[in-house]
């Protein structure tokens, strides 16, 4: 058991259930529905009997006539000392295709390389004489980057030296890099769900035990649960995207960031924060980069330029305290012996018009997301779109379970999409569809087209309980 939701709050989370008889089974829909969107996390203890009963002013035989359903359908079990408690859901995920020629591929959330990239490529190239005297086999970094990345640090807020920064092969290293020295096997780990499944394989590849915390386009972080999750199994480390989440797209209001921090801090937890998409605005402004107050030992940063510049520019960092770093620089030799230099030359090359960077990307992920949001509302308007301002995708709420079984059937219409599931921690997230808005508008456009074409299949060939189960909670 990770945490415990009282009779009152599972009320108001269930809204408006009482919409079909017999009441036991619509209110075990309900459940259901708050497990399958993760709103209601594997490992969370569900109200006494007779506590839900009163809240719902029910009969105590109707809430255990629901239980017993729930323990049938494998949603929950019931456990002597610890009552009912929800359990991890079973992941439905079609998995990653192969592009044939002519398809959308919107599987990767990835914008295509930055305009400028080429002409940098050409001039550092020119300057290969120097780079090749060097002995290239450094497993911290080169000065000059490390010291442009120290910089860009300092631009957003966060006071950073070239020591306390390690270069990496991209930030999915520099996330088993970090996993590989801060974590034992069964250590407890705080991640949000839905989130990034890379990461997620990563921290389990180094033996983690996964606590997920919920996070939604609409209330962002589930910080009470997050609480309870930091105080109960008292986390190693804790994965987070403060801003731009992926999938979702929420940033951490200034109090989830503090609230986060304090918890960490309590449980004696690493805050590790992916900040990947930091730098993906489009029109939210910026924003106090936040977890500055702790610990500096408590708290670390992952970057990269594979968003901002180009997925193919294999360059990350670590942002660490400098006793981590060096933590870091002895594991490393296990991982990898180094950055390229060339790719570590054109990074730091890239730092001094970052400004300029962010601008045209900021330009080129708004006109995707604009016509994205302007293709889906006519023909898809029965989904649920949510706003917004920065990073790479939509996090999509469809009208019915049926994220995975969509996924498949638009294939053969040529569009290549990641399921709602690929991105939860331990299932669920089935009524939700990740939609990248990185590629041109009119690819975009032409992908609704055949998504809108494939709902109506998919839906009208679904079991009647799936669709009933969400039109019996709304």
Known sequence: MDSRISARALGVALGGWRTR????????????????????????????????????????????????????????????????????????????????????????????????????????????????????????????????????????????????????????????????????????????????????????????????????????????RAEQAFARTLPVMAYLMPDFQNPTGRSMSALERDAFLLAGERAGSVLVLDETTADLDIDRGPVDAGFTGGDPSSVVRIGSLGKTVWGGLRVGWIRAEGDLVRRFVAARPAHDLGTPEFEQAVAAALFSDFAGIAQQRSSLLRAGRDALVAALGPALPEWRVPTTHGGVSLWIELDAALSSALVMDVRSRGVLLSAGPRFSVEGGHDRHLRLPFTAPPDELVRAVTALAESWRRVRAGAPVSIVDQLESVV
């Open 21 to 224: 008889e017999p009441a036991y089974e619509a209110l075990a829909d309900g459940i259901r529905l708050l497990c399958l969107d993760n709103r209601l996390a594997p490992r969370t203890a569900l109200p006494a009997e007779r506590e839900l009963a009163a809240a719902l002013h029910l009969s105590r035989s109707t809430v255990a006539a629901a239980y017993r359903s729930l323990r049938e359908t494998g949603h929950i079990t019931s456990l002597r000392g610890s009552g009912s408690v929800t359990l991890p859901l079973r992941r439905h995920d079609p998995g990653r295709a192969s592009a044939p020629d002519g398809a959308v591929d919107l599987q990767q959330a990835s914008p295509p390389a930055w305009p400028g990239l080429a002409g940098i490529m050409a001039d550092v190239a020119g300057g290969a004489a120097s780079l090749v005297s060097r002995v290239g086999y450094d497993v911290l970094g080169s000065v000059e980057l490390r010291e442009a990345i120290a910089a860009h640090y300092e631009r957003r807020g966060v006071p950073t030296s070239p020591s306390e920064v390690l270069v990496t092969t991209g930030a999915q290293s520099a996330i088993h890099l970090v996993a590989s020295v801060l974590l034992g096997r069964g250590d407890r780990v705080v991640v949000e769900t839905p989130t990034y499944p890379h990461a997620v394989d990563a921290l389990r590849r180094a033996g983690a035990r996964l606590v997920g915390v919920p996070v939604t386009t609409d209330a962002g972080w589930d910080v009470d």
